[in-house]
């Protein structure tokens, strides 16, 4: 069964420096999201990229955060400058882009992201 | 703005229980609702969702769940737990505005005991 993956399991940075978390969704997909998962708080939605171009973002979404599908396959986030806040879970997920209720998100493993 | 809430934070049962999980969520349209669960070291998987129709709806091993909507609920129910069910399960909500943005309730950590 395909399934979405993420590199790097778990990425340790500096505060301050730029990290970008890699995804690979699944290959007919046409939407593409991520999400964070703080320690302890709910699963919080950041972003989704359809047809080269953010659709949605959420507040969180700030100008420190870009996406990015570099070529066919890969779907990146990056984050210009971390802050301790950053450190997280973060999800990506992609879905095939039937008529908007009906499609279903398909969750990569996670990057887990810790920012000294 | 939608929201979910589960307020069950924390279940402990012994195998062969049966299941409820509560899920509430808090939107004036019409939604989509979903429940995932993240078995220990993995990645959410979806369980099942709910789109319209039959409001009783049918997910993978066993798992099913009612959307009775003059309740704002979307419960999780099984007959009867495995040792392998446990994982932390999330109720989500997508709302009908076009946006595909889903809202997750905070998780339920599910532990079974044999």
């Known amino acids: 069964e395909p399934e979405v993956t993420q590199t790097p399991s778990h990425q340790v940075t500096q505060m301050g420096q730029e990290v970008i978390l890699r995804c690979v969704p699944i290959s007919n997909h046409l939407y593409f999201y991520w999400y964070r998962q703080i320690l302890g708080q709910k699963v919080e939605f950041l972003v989704s990229f359809y047809n080269n171009e953010i659709s949605e973002k959420s507040e969180i979404f700030d100008d420190q955060f870009s996406v990015e599908r570099p070529d066919g396959s890969n779907f990146t986030l990056k984050i210009r400058s971390t802050k301790l806040e950053d450190s997280a879970m973060y999800f990506c997920a992609s879905s095939g882009g039937l008529a908007g209720r009906t499609d279903t998100q398909y969750f990569g493993p996670g990057t887990r992201l810790t920012v000294l | 703005a939608q929201s979910v809430s589960q307020h069950n934070h924390h279940v402990i049962l012994s195998e062969a229980a049966s299941l409820e999980l509560g899920c509430n969520y808090s939107y004036g349209g019409t939604v989509n609702l979903f429940w995932y669960v993240q078995y220990p070291g993995q990645h959410l998987q979806l369980l099942l969702k709910y789109f319209s129709g039959d409001p009783l709806v049918k997910g993978i091993k066993g798992f099913e769940a009612e959307f009775i909507k003059s309740k704002f609920s979307f419960n999780l129910r099984k007959p009867s737990v495995q040792w392998s069910d446990t994982a932390e399960y999330f109720c989500?909500?997508?709302?009908?505005?076009?946006?595909?943005?889903?809202?997750f309730g905070s998780g339920t950590r599910l532990q079974v005991q044999p």
């Open positions: 989500a909500v997508m709302g009908d505005t076009g946006r595909r943005a889903l809202t």
